[in-house]
């Protein structure tokens, strides 16, 4: 499969700073939003802050992509690693959206007579 040792440690090497560098990029990240936002309180920081975790997912996406496309040179790995990093990038999107919900239905849930509990569930 053409994978040698030192593809194989330049691999770990990537993916090792990526768990590293993730809780340092997810804080540099919330806080650029945070400072771009309107309001410092309320509904964005809620939504920004129940962002973080899938935030400090994209780091380990962006190192499976970099091995994907510098370090392996076999068309097969590179392929296989090319349909996981695209699922990792769903994952992610769709954990982001997931952990959104929870802010917005905590800001609908206090306009019950405009929607139905139905509605808001």
């Known amino acids: 499969m053409d994978l040698t ?4 440690i330049v691999s770990i ?7 590293l560098i993730r ?8 806080s650029r939003i945070h400072s771009w936002s309107s309001s410092k309180a309320g509904l964005n920081r809620t939504i920004v802050e129940a962002l973080a975790p899938p935030i400090q997912f994209i780091p380990i996406v962006l190192a499976v992509f970099i091995i994907g496309e510098c370090v392996l040179t076999n068309q097969r790995l590179k392929d296989g690693l090319l349909q996981i990093d695209r699922s990792l990038t769903a994952f992610t999107i769709f954990w982001a959206l997931f952990e959104v ?3 917005l239905c905590a ?3 206090g306009r019950t007579p405009i929607f139905s509990k139905a509605m808001i569930g």
Not at 13 to 19: E, F, K, N, P, S
Not at 23 to 30: E, G, H, T
């Open 23 to 30: 809780r340092l990029f997810s804080r540099f990240i919330v």
């Open 5 to 8: 040792v030192a593809h194989f």
């Open 107 to 109: 800001v609908l849930d």
């Open 13 to 19: 090497v990537i993916l090792a700073i990526a768990v």
């Open 101 to 103: 919900i929870g802010p």
